[in-house]
Structures are given as structure tokens and as C-alpha cells.
């Protein structure tokens, strides 16, 4: 008997159904069984389930005689299921990688519950990924079980019928199935948590739902969308019928106004001609199922009133959104002449030769390099006053005594017109002129893989959102560019060809790691509640340019998992998604559960990522600029490349960084795990690999870029060139000369 039976509906979903077979069968977690319904589909699906069931065991198809629907269509395959849990998964959806292990495990925790609820995405056709606005019920949840009468809340989540798994012989006994006609998930879902006795929730994205263009009912336009009206008859009925408290009905029913408004807002949806008896038909059951007490919830007393008073609202919904985003627009267009007004006026006033104004990574804090000139110039020119632009959200979290502004404020405009000195490593807010005299420092962020700046204008998909010709505007203020390596160098000449002068000063937030002792790392294993002894694996992936969103590429429970036998119990995984998606929901996709129950370690939110190279043994990522960072501690370096095609064709990168890595290279899942069993990660050929590297991408971090970047910069003393490096850079020789301290 399997754990799991996912019953896959299937019907004119042919060009998505390969992806939805694979995200099952390829789980980590094989135990399961797959039950595909044919639906009639004309499109040809059927042979296709026809030749997975061939191949794998696992599947096995059912081909119905005449097109039922998707609620049918389940019920046809409940029959056959034996697994202990019921899944239902559309053809078109997917699960995300290790999925099943995810819940398989959370079962084990809770004891097998009547049913467990879990999170999921929708991808939307034109690529936006969204998460569910109401999917932080599921973490306020908390981990025991409880019923519906204990958390009424659960009722808040999305009714669909994939978001959960159900134990079988639980189904069995209340002989629950699927009505007919669409929105049939309604009058599945609300009885099943109104029955069960024992309810789970997984703080864990495991779904991605497509929604289409065309195809699915959502999509259409047709009189098939009066049948949310049934689905929510036959529930609202069944709890009159029954002893369940007023509360409930009371809920279902502003649930079923909410469903019935949404369907009618919808332009695309219910045919023009129609609209006004869907509205008439909503409101009827509206107040055929009124509350026992409590008053109308505002955004439902539009039911109370005609399909005329409906329109002429909606009318002027419409006419004040309208209003409302032109009046931004005007408000940010006075807002920004007000302070170009500011800036001439505060311009007039001399440059401060004691004021340096510091910005990181989006104003988000006291980060990077900017943080380690600001540091090296608290210690050596305490005389120059360094304040920080930061976002007013991220305030709460500077360190104690850092003066800050927030951006466009009328103190930032103030200071940006007459510091001196400019140093940050991003785009800075509003007009920030270039005074002559001011000395302004880019710091970068690291040494460049993938393409930048000009060099975007040739790929269209990574430059989406990016306004290039901007970019060379802003990077024209630009005195001095920091570079660590004759390679960063070239790139940014030829990404930003603007008048800057390229400084071989070395990174600056590198300093830490180059004077790196033995237990540098101390402190931060100790914060990570990482055991002494423990080997340390960093996993530090990049985001992706040919996917929006994240982009899951390791089942990191499978991971962590391998890495016990290739090193024992003995070790600890760390993981840092990039901060570009520490906001959104990547986390859900396995991360926040994981490190719930002690698994993985989640360091996405650790200020400072030297300090967690410091804390690593070993770094494991993609095509992130942390590899040439971490190869200054001279510590194995795993490269997982299993994407390099569609990365290069996509965003570009400068280097193959395949042919010439920092260690071992991964082109596959299998070849990740091997690496770590067999002890290759850290043998005499990553040694060489990672020798030939240093030399190459190192050159110029010595420990005292942020010493040199004041003392010659905003001290003014004298800097000798640094002697040409025994060997030759992958950028050839360049012209510009660099510094040391005299």
C-alpha cells in the first residue's frame, strides 16, 4: 500500500500534462501512486498517460467514455486509490521538488490527520507568480491539530481541492464525493473540514497551479460560472441541516458573497447579457441564508441594494481608481520638483570636506563594501561625518549610533548636495547631482558573472524592468570604480563605458576574509545553533532571469539527507537564498518547514554574508558572485551548474564558469550527491581547481582595500602602482593602474 495516490484529472491540458506526470514521478519520495483520469480529452492526452503507465508501475489510467468534468473524473479514480493519503492534481499544475517528502514527513508529525492543509502558488500566464494573500493563516496555525470549531479560520483558506492531502479510509467513511457541474471544489471542501476531527496545515508551498489564458473554466466566458451559486446552495443547506454552530453559516455565507462578487467583477467571466441575474441570484441566496446575528459585512451591503445600485457603485470604483493613480502620478511629479527646487537651492551652499554619505543594496542597511569603507573611515579619518541612506522600513534594524536619512527626505537632499564624498554600491534616489569636487566611489557588488549594464541591451528577457540607458546616466557620476580583479576591470569598462577612473584597490568587504584566523567563524556558528565539530555546508543559490520568481533547484530535505551519509551526522546545511527574494514566498518552497523542524538551517535574514562564509566549510551555489568572495578563505567551493545553457542564453555570462571553476562542477542532481559521498568535494583536484582561481579572481584583495579606498581617497595620500601579477588575468592586460599603500 503506497503513502500517497494522486488522482490527476485530465482533460485538454496536453501541453502541460508531461510536466505535471514528471513533478510527481521524479519526487524523492517514490512511495505513491498515481491514478490519471482520461477525461475524453480530444487532444490526444490519452495516449500520452498511456505511455507513462507503460514505463513506470506507478500509473495507471482510467479512460472515461464521456466527458464528466474534473469533479467526476476524481470521483471515477477514488475507487482505485489504496495510498493512505489522496492527493488531487490538476493536469495542467505541478508539484514543486520535494514535495512529498515535505508532507509525507508533517503526516509523521501530526499522526496521520483526517486531512493536512498546505500552501501553493499560481503562475499566471504572463509569468507572475503570486502567493495567496491569506496564506499566513497556515504559520498562525501553529503544529498540533485541532478542528474547524477550535480554528475557524482554517475556512479562510482557498477552497481549492489540490491544497490539501485527505487520508483515505477517513473519505471512505463519509462517502465524501464531488458534485456535478464547475466550482465543485466548494462542496467538496467545506463538508470535509466540517468532518473532520483531526486538521493539519504545512507552512509549505508544494503545488504551483497554473492559471491559464484559455481553457480552464475560470478562463471562459459562459453561463457555466451560475453553478458557484449550487456549490454554495448544497453547503450552506447542509449546515442548516446540521447542529453546527451559527458562526459557521455565517462565515460560509460572506465567503459565498465574496466567490459570487469576485465571478461578477470579473470582465471575461459571466456573458454581459447575464450579469444582471447573476447579481440578482447572489444576493437571493445572500439573504435567503442571512445570519442569526451580527451585522452585514461592509463589502457585502452592495447585495442589499438592485443590480442598478451595483452598476452605478462599480462606476465609481472605477472612476476613483482612475483618480487615484493620476493623482499619484501628479503627486511624484510636484514631489519631484519640490526637490529638484531643494537640491539647487542646497547646491549653492560649498561641498562639506567632513561629510561622506553611504548607500547600500537599496539603501537596506550598513552592508557590503560601503559598510567597510564606513568602518575604515570611522577608524582612520574619524574627522569625516559618514551618514547612511536607508529605506524607512529597515531603520529598526541599523546598528546602534548610525546616522542615517531616508531616501527623497528633505534631509537626504540637504546632505547629498553637499557631501564630498559618495560611496555605495547601487542606483541612488532622486536626482543626485555630481558636483564638481565631490569624489564619488562605486564599490560594485562583487566580482561580475553575468551580464550588466550596456551589455543587458543585447538580452531583452534580463533587462526587463531595467532602464539601461539610465543606468549609464547614473554611472556617469561615478569617479572611481573598485575592483578586485583584472576580469571586474574589463567587464565594468566595457558594461559601463562612462569616465570613470578603475581602482585596483581590491573589495573592501573582503578585508574580513583574507584576515580571517581560525575561528574567525565562531560567533556565527554559535548564533546558527550549529554544534561544535559540525561541518559546515553553505548553500547560497542566485536568482534566475529565465523564470520570474524562485526557482527551486535542489529538493533540499534529499540534500540534506545525502549529505548525512557523505559526512555523517556530523554537519549542519545552511541555506541564504538571495535577498532579492527573502520578502517573497521562495521560503514556502520547503525552506520555512525545514528549518522548523531543524533539518536546515535558514540564514536568508543574517545581515552580514561574510560573517556566514566565515561560518562555512564548504560553499555550495550556482552562478553567484559569492564564489569569488568565499575563495579568499581558500575553502572547497562546489559549483551546481545544472541550468548553465539557459542561464548563458538568457542573461549572459562573462565566463564559462564551467570550464574554469573554483572546484568541482555539478551538471546534475546525481553528480551533487556523488560529489559529497565520495568524498570528491574536497580532494586534491579541488585544491588545484580552487589554487588556479584565487590567483586569477583574488589578485588585489589583500586584507586593506578599505584602508586604501580611505587613506587614498579621502585622505589624500600618496599610493604607489601595484607590481604587475606573475601571471596574466582571463582580461589580458590593462592599462589602468591600481594602488597599494605607500
Not at 510536466?19 to 483520469?37: H, M, N, P, W
Not at 479514480?77 to 508539484?95: C, H, I, Q, R
Request: with cysteine; glycine share 10%.
Amino acid at each position: 500500500m503506497p503513502r500517497f495516490s494522486v488522482i490527476v484529472p485530465v482533460f485538454e491540458v496536453r501541453g502541460f500534462l508531461r510536466a505535471c506526470l514528471d513533478s510527481v514521478l521524479e519526487q524523492s519520495y517514490r512511495d505513491l501512486e498515481v491514478i490519471a483520469v482520461n477525461d475524453c480529452t480530444p487532444d490526444g492526452g490519452g495516449a500520452i498517460l498511456d505511455a507513462y503507465a507503460a514505463r513506470d508501475p506507478r500509473v495507471r489510467v482510467l479512460h472515461l467514455p464521456a466527458n464528466v468534468g474534473p469533479g467526476r473524473a476524481r470521483n471515477a479514480g477514488l475507487p482505485y486509490a489504496t495510498g493512505d493519503f489522496v492527493l488531487f492534481l490538476d493536469g495542467d499544475d505541478s508539484l514543486v521538488p520535494g514535495a512529498l517528502r515535505g508532507l509525507a514527513d508533517r503526516l509523521d508529525e501530526a499522526g496521520d490527520p483526517d486531512v493536512l492543509v498546505f500552501d501553493h502558488v499560481r503562475v499566471h500566464w504572463w509569468g507572475e507568480t503570486r502567493h495567496h494573500p491569506r496564506a499566513h493563516l497556515l504559520s498562525e496555525a501553529g503544529g498540533d491539530t485541532f478542528t474547524v470549531a477550535e480554528r475557524p479560520g482554517v475556512l479562510d483558506l482557498p477552497t481549492a481541492v489540490w491544497n490539501k492531502a485527505y487520508r483515505r479510509e477517513f473519505v471512505e467513511a463519509h462517502g465524501f464525493r464531488f458534485p456535478p457541474g464547475h466550482y465543485e471544489d466548494t462542496a467538496w471542501t467545506f463538508p470535509v473540514l466540517f468532518g473532520a476531527e483531526r486538521i493539519a496545515v504545512l507552512d509549505r508551498i508544494c503545488v504551483t497551479h497554473r492559471q491559464r489564458r484559455h481553457g480552464g473554466p475560470p478562463a471562459t466566458t459562459s453561463r457555466r460560472h451560475f453553478d458557484v451559486h449550487d456549490q454554495y446552495e448544497r453547503v450552506l443547506g447542509l449546515l442548516n441541516a446540521r447542529p453546527e454552530p451559527a458562526g459557521w453559516r455565517a462565515l460560509v455565507r460572506n465567503r459565498m458573497a465574496e466567490h459570487c462578487l469576485s465571478v461578477l467583477a470579473e470582465p471575461d467571466r459571466v456573458p454581459s447579457q447575464d450579469r444582471a441575474e447573476f447579481f440578482r441570484r447572489t444576493a437571493a441566496l445572500y439573504r435567503t441564508y442571512g445570519p442569526d446575528e451580527g451585522p452585514v459585512a461592509p463589502a457585502h451591503r452592495v447585495l442589499e441594494g438592485g443590480w442598478a445600485a451595483y452598476r452605478a457603485r462599480r462606476r465609481v470604483t472605477r472612476v476613483r481608481t482612475a483618480l487615484g493613480v493620476h493623482g499619484e502620478r501628479w503627486r511624484a511629479a510636484g514631489a519631484e520638483l519640490v526637490g529638484r527646487g531643494r537640491a539647487l537651492a542646497h547646491e549653492r551652499l560649498p561641498l562639506d570636506p567632513g561629510l561622506a554619505l553611504y548607500s547600500a543594496f537599496a539603501h537596506r542597511g550598513v552592508f557590503g563594501d560601503p559598510a567597510a569603507v564606513y568602518q575604515a573611515a570611522r577608524d582612520l579619518a574619524p574627522h569625516i561625518r559618514g551618514v547612511w541612506v536607508v529605506r524607512p522600513e529597515r531603520v529598526a534594524a541599523l546598528p546602534p549610533g548610525v546616522e542615517y536619512v531616508t531616501p527623497g527626505s528633505p534631509a537626504y537632499q540637504r546632505l547629498a548636495a553637499r557631501a564630498t564624498y559618495v560611496v555605495g554600491n547601487a542606483a541612488w534616489p532622486g536626482v543626485l547631482a555630481k558636483r564638481p569636487g565631490s569624489v564619488h566611489i562605486h564599490t560594485h557588488r562583487g566580482t561580475p558573472l553575468r551580464f550588466m549594464g550596456a551589455d543587458l541591451l543585447h538580452r531583452p528577457g534580463a533587462r526587463l524592468g531595467a532602464d539601461v540607458p539610465e543606468m549609464l546616466r547614473r554611472a556617469d557620476r561615478w569617479d572611481h570604480s573598485l575592483v578586485a580583479n583584472r576580469h571586474s576591470e574589463l567587464v565594468w569598462s566595457r558594461a559601463y563605458p562612462c569616465g570613470f577612473t578603475s581602482l585596483r584597490t581590491g573589495s573592501p568587504r573582503n578585508d574580513v576574509l583574507v584576515n580571517a584566523g581560525p575561528d574567525s567563524g565562531a560567533r556565527i556558528r554559535a548564533r546558527l545553533g550549529v554544534p561544535a565539530g559540525h561541518t559546515v555546508v553553505l548553500y547560497a543559490p542566485t536568482i534566475r532571469d529565465y523564470r520570474r520568481g524562485h526557482v527551486e533547484r535542489l529538493d533540499l530535505a534529499r540534500f540534506a539527507a545525502d549529505l548525512r551519509r557523505g559526512l555523517g551526522e556530523a554537519h549542519t546545511l545552511v541555506v541564504r537564498l538571495h535577498p532579492a527574494l527573502a520578502d517573497g514566498p521562495a521560503r514556502g518552497y520547503g525552506l520555512a518547514e525545514l528549518h522548523r523542524r531543524g533539518v536546515v538551517v535558514d540564514a536568508t535574514d543574517e545581515p552580514h554574508v561574510e560573517e556566514l562564509m566565515l561560518a562555512a566549510d564548504v560553499l555550495v551555489t550556482d552562478y553567484s558572485a559569492l564564489m569569488f568572495d568565499y575563495a579568499n578563505l581558500d575553502r572547497p567551493i562546489v559549483v551546481h551548474a545544472d541550468d548553465r545553457d539557459a542561464v548563458a542564453e538568457s542573461r549572459g555570462l562573462y565566463l564559462d564558469i564551467t570550464a574554469e571553476p573554483p572546484g568541482h562542477v555539478s551538471r546534475s542532481y546525481r553528480e551533487l550527491a556523488w560529489l559529497f559521498d565520495s568524498g570528491r568535494w574536497r580532494d586534491a583536484e579541488s585544491a588545484r581547481l580552487r589554487a588556479g582561481f584565487r590567483e586569477r579572481y583574488c589578485e588585489f584583495d589583500d586584507g586593506r582595500a578599505a584602508e586604501r579606498v580611505v587613506r587614498t581617497l579621502m585622505l589624500g595620500e600618496r599610493a604607489v602602482v601595484v607590481p604587475a601579477p606573475r601571471t596574466a588575468g582571463p582580461a589580458g592586460p590593462v592599462t589602468n593602474s591600481g594602488f597599494v599603500l605607500s
